[in-house]
Structure formats: C-alpha cells, structure tokens
C-alpha cells in the first residue's frame, strides 16, 4: 500500500488487489494535479523484463497437440509464422521460451526448407510435418549468436507443409518421435 497527501484531508492510496492495481482516495473529487501525479507514478514504476515469450512480432498463436498412434502426448501454444516475414523473423532474438511453448512455420505449400540458427540464443527442437501433418523428422539445433555461415543447417529430409520450434529436449521428454502425428487448431 502507498499513500499519498496531495491536499489537506485529501489521501489516496495506491492497492494491489486481486483485481489489479486500485486507487483510493477519502473524497469524491480527484483534482487535476492528483491524478497526473498518480499516473506519473505508475508510468514510472512499470519494468521492462526480457524473459518473457510474447513477440510483438506475432500476435497469432493456435494450440498444437501432438499424438502417437494411442493417445495425446502433449499440448503446445504456438505462435503462429505464416508470412514470409515472419517465417525470417523466426525465433530470432528471442531470450526465453516458456516450456509449453513454441513457434509453427506455415509454408503455403509444402517444400524442401532449411533452417539456419543465426542469431537464435536458445537450443531447439526442430520439427519437419508433412502435408498429413506426420512427423517425418526432428533436428536438435544449438543456439547461434553468429552469423549464418558459422551456424548450423538444419535441412527438411523431405517436403514439408509445416516446420514447429520448441525448446531443445521438448520432444525426448514428452515422447515426440517420427511418425507421430500433429493436430493445429483452425487447420
């Protein structure tokens, strides 16, 4: 809680509520001054953290559920790349991906692609599907702050509909292997 006196008999406090951040204040009336300090303060306050997972880049995600020939291994949110900008764009410059989480490449029609880690900062999964949405393989790429021609390729053994990233090691824990299958939300 923080209190402020901005005229005699006048307090507001500011709140954490489960409801978010609440001022309060002892009198109907909030004069001028009183709000732009208020608001002042809490432009001021807000932080800037870089571990998070959203993107400005991209605003579109869908669910992913991989599954086996028996049942569901997993569910990931993915943020969506299906312009050609945002297909370069990739997972560059990201510093952290949540665990159930990830990025899916949405070629327009299936094709031979390669994939360079240039500038990526974290290990991934690499998932190459098919137009039936079948797994065909999986690389396992090592972050790359260098530029392309010190990073590794990591090539499409065949022609792929979609390529997903997600965080190296994500696909040995949950059981992914080649042959599995993919649902997309929306496809």
Not at 163 to 168: G, L, R
Not at 171 to 181: L, V
């Amino acid at each position: 809680m923080f209190k402020l006196l901005l005229k005699k008999y006048t307090t507001y406090e500011l709140r954490i509520t489960n409801y978010g951040l609440r001022i309060f204040h002892n009198k109907l009336k909030v004069t001028g001054y009183g709000l732009l300090l208020i608001i002042s303060l809490l432009l001021t306050s807000c932080s800037y953290n870089p571990n998070i997972s959203y993107n400005p880049a991209f605003n579109d995600s869908t669910k992913i559920t991989f599954n086996s020939s028996e049942k569901k291994l997993t569910t990931i949110k993915a943020y969506i790349a299906d312009t050609d900008k945002e297909r370069q764009q990739g997972l560059r410059q990201i510093k952290y991906l949540p665990e159930n989480e990830g990025m899916i490449f949405n070629f327009p029609e299936p094709q031979y692609v390669t994939f360079v880690m240039e500038h990526v900062n974290i290990p991934l999964d690499i998932i190459f599907i098919d137009k039936n949405k079948k797994i065909i393989d999986i690389k396992n790429a090592e972050a790359c702050t260098k530029t392309d021609a010190e990073c590794g390729f990591y090539k499409s053994p065949d022609m792929v509909k979609f390529v997903i990233e997600v965080n190296k090691g994500y696909t040995a824990k949950n059981g992914i292997i080649i042959g599995n299958f993919v649902k997309i939300r929306n496809q």
